[in-house]
Nanobody, 131 residues
Framework: QVQLVESGGGLVQAGGSLRLSCAAS????????MGWFRQAPGKEREFVAAINWSGGSTYSSDSVKGRFTISKDNAKNIVFLQMNSLKPEDTAVYYCAARLVPAAIMYQGSIFQRQAAYSEWGQGTPVTVSS
């Protein structure tokens, strides 16, 4: 339905910045929200940030709030994750995901944090932060 391709990962020193991109193709008119998740070695995948595709409301985890910013370019069907003040604990494979089903605004904050809320996933891009 929707194909997602992440890019922008790499190796960066602590305190540095990276910007991840996720390009969507296919049935992009059906996208309701996009999210970023990450999985560190030996850990479970966790929520990072999400954005409502039309309204633009954003949500982020406490661990990245104030350092990471999610944004979008609807015309190009791209979602970005600007990561500043990176820490070694941010090292992970970062995945973008797309949700194709609407969600009530009052519940979006909690819904968008769940992996099960997304039906489409990219292959991931690795980010390594050295100390």
């Amino acid at each position: 339905q929707v194909q997602l391709v992440e890019s922008g990962g790499g190796l960066v020193q602590a305190g540095g910045s990276l910007r991840l991109s996720c390009a969507a193709s296919g049935r992009t008119l059906g996208i309701y929200a996009m999210g970023w998740f990450r999985q560190a070695p030996g850990k479970e995948r966790e929520f990072v940030a999400a954005i409502n595709w039309s309204g633009g409301s954003t949500y982020s985890s406490d661990s990245v709030k104030g350092r990471f910013t999610i944004s979008k370019d609807n015309a190009k069907n791209i979602v970005f994750l600007q990561m500043n003040s990176l820490k070694p604990e941010d090292t992970a494979v970062y995945y973008c995901a797309a949700r194709l089903v609407p969600a009530a605004i009052m519940y979006q904050g909690s819904i968008f944090q769940r992996q099960a809320a997304y039906s489409e996933w990219g292959q991931g891009t690795p980010v390594t932060v050295s100390s």
